[in-house]
């Protein structure tokens, strides 16, 4: 079966652009993670979604990160107004709600100029 | 406050050999673990998983032990192959996360296999 597909892939913006990142769990994965993996370091969590209901947005670092999930299974990861710290690789994992073990998608890599 | 960290930046091994990978873990509430694979330009991909109640599970040329008394835990990889090159994590699921069952990561250990 398909796994997490995520795109696009690669991602190349202007500072100040805005940008959307999509994200396709597992079929019949409730539980979806967003993290951000910046250049030789683990990733870092940045938010949870159970369906459609954002549970956990602990981890996103300023009020220009925005995710969403509205029909409880893609989901999208917006940053607005972008900043040169804001180059990582953003990946999304998804999980049975009942299971902890998370199944990664390829990731995007953002790089701001 | 939460870390999970790695002794070992960089692990190169020859083609054969047995490799150990290890992590320490700062939260003695912490009850569940994986390890991760991470090939260059890949998601991070589940090999074993381990919860605080074991002290060593078995996958298939892998072996994950955990030592909770000192906080370690460690991934061993039986006959390493070139393929297993890669940079591997442990991962801690956040005990303070509540129903979010997010993970902390560590840096990672490069793996080099040579041929």
């Known amino acids: 079966g398909a796994g997490v597909s995520q795109s696009p892939r690669y991602k190349v913006a202007k500072r100040g652009q805005d940008v959307a990142l999509r994200c396709d769990p597992i079929?019949?994965?409730?539980?979806l993670f967003w993290y951000q993996q910046a250049l030789g370091q683990g990733p870092e969590f940045l938010t949870y979604?159970?369906?459609?209901?954002?549970?956990?947005k602990s981890g996103l670092p300023s009020d220009r990160f925005f995710a969403e999930r509205p029909e409880g299974s893609v989901s999208t990861l917006k940053i607005q107004r972008t900043q040169q710290e804001d180059s990582a690789v953003y990946l999304c994992?998804?999980?049975?709600?009942?299971?902890?073990?998370?199944?990664f998608g390829p990731g995007t890599r953002l790089t701001v100029l | 406050g939460e870390s999970v960290g790695l002794h070992l930046p960089t692990l190169s091994v020859q083609e054969g050999d047995n490799s150990i990978i290890n992590c320490a873990y700062s939260?003695?509430?912490?009850?569940?673990f994986i390890w991760y694979k991470q090939e260059s330009g890949k998601g991070p991909q589940f090999i074993i998983d381990i919860r605080s109640n074991m002290d060593k599970r078995q996958g298939q040329r892998v072996t994950v032990l955990l030592n909770k008394t000192v906080k370690h835990l460690s991934l061993q990889i039986a006959a390493t192959q070139p393929g297993d090159s890669a940079v591997y994590f442990c991962a801690e699921k956040s005990p303070g996360g509540g129903a979010t069952n997010k993970l902390i990561f560590g840096t990672g250990t490069l793996l080099a296999v040579q041929p």
């Open positions: 979604f159970q369906n459609e209901a954002q549970l956990d």
């Open positions: 994992a998804s999980s049975l709600r009942t299971r902890v073990e998370q199944f």
């Open positions: 939260n003695s509430a912490s009850d569940y």
């Open positions: 079929s019949g994965h409730v539980s």
